[in-house]
């Protein structure tokens, strides 16, 4: 069965310290990953996928097979980005799932 | 964005009244979906709908209900509130297509139940 794993609740960083979220997942192919923000009291917004392989607001994650991981990265906090951050695997309709798999999220505190 | 919009945003309400909570959306997709959320577990899929003709339990159906009235609706009820019903419930869409399309949510509705 397909799972998404962030082993942090709570990542506090200074301000101008690098970030790194970290993810792992158990899927049967080969995934495509999400990671969604939720900043406070405010909707999820999906920060950024895999395929897109773009940089949101300085934020990276490459996918990595052999670790099974999708880890995000931005080299220096900001105060704005103090939120909840979900990882999220997309349904596996190979394996007959066909919802999307959160993790249970990691909350990044950046400290001033 | 206000694309997926849930009504209303927060509810107060009494052990064993029945309750629903809506969701329309103008992003034309197929796909719709309810979660809650609950700190420390993350987002749980309560229901999920492909069509209007398709209605599929989730993770943690058990006490809820849901109505597919019409592609841009997505209706979530609760027969009979319990206490422990109390969380954060989000609407979700996707659009048909590849299983990998990403997933727009609703501002979320705050239920509360004494």
């Known amino acids: 069965a397909q799972r998404v794993t962030q082993p942090e609740k709570l990542l506090s960083v200074f301000k101008g310290a690098p970030v790194e979220l970290k993810c792992n997942y158990s899927?049967?192919?080969?995934?495509?990953l999400f990671w969604y923000v939720q900043y406070s009291r405010q909707r999820l917004q999906l920060l950024l996928r895999?395929?897109s392989r773009e940089s949101i607001k300085g934020f990276t994650a490459d996918l990595n097979k052999g670790e099974t991981s999708f880890h995000l990265k931005k080299p220096f906090a900001q105060e704005e980005d103090s939120a909840m951050y979900y990882c999220a695997l997309p349904p596996d309709s190979g394996a007959g799932s066909y919802q999307l798999t959160f993790g249970k999220g990691t909350k990044l505190s950046v400290i001033p | 964005d206000a694309d997926v919009t849930q009504t209303p945003r927060n509810r107060i309400t009494k052990t064993g009244k029945r309750i629903m909570l809506e969701c329309s959306q103008t992003?034309?997709?197929?796909?719709m979906y309810w979660y809650r959320q609950d700190p420390g577990l993350g987002l749980r899929l309560i229901y999920y709908?492909?069509?209007?003709?398709?209605?599929n339990k989730g993770e943690i159906s058990d006490g809820y209900s849901v109505s597919r009235q019409a592609q841009a609706k997505f209706s979530l009820s609760l027969e009979s509130a319990i206490p422990n019903q109390t969380a954060l419930y989000f609407c979700?869409?996707?659009?048909?297509?590849?299983?990998?399309?990403?997933?727009?949510f609703g501002d979320g509705t705050r239920l509360s139940i004494l």
């Open positions: 895999h395929i």
């Open positions: 709908s492909f069509d209007v003709k398709d209605i």
């Open positions: 979700a869409t996707s659009d048909a297509g590849p299983w990998d399309q990403p997933q727009h």
């Open positions: 899927y049967s192919g080969s995934p495509e």
């Open positions: 992003k034309g997709h197929d796909r």
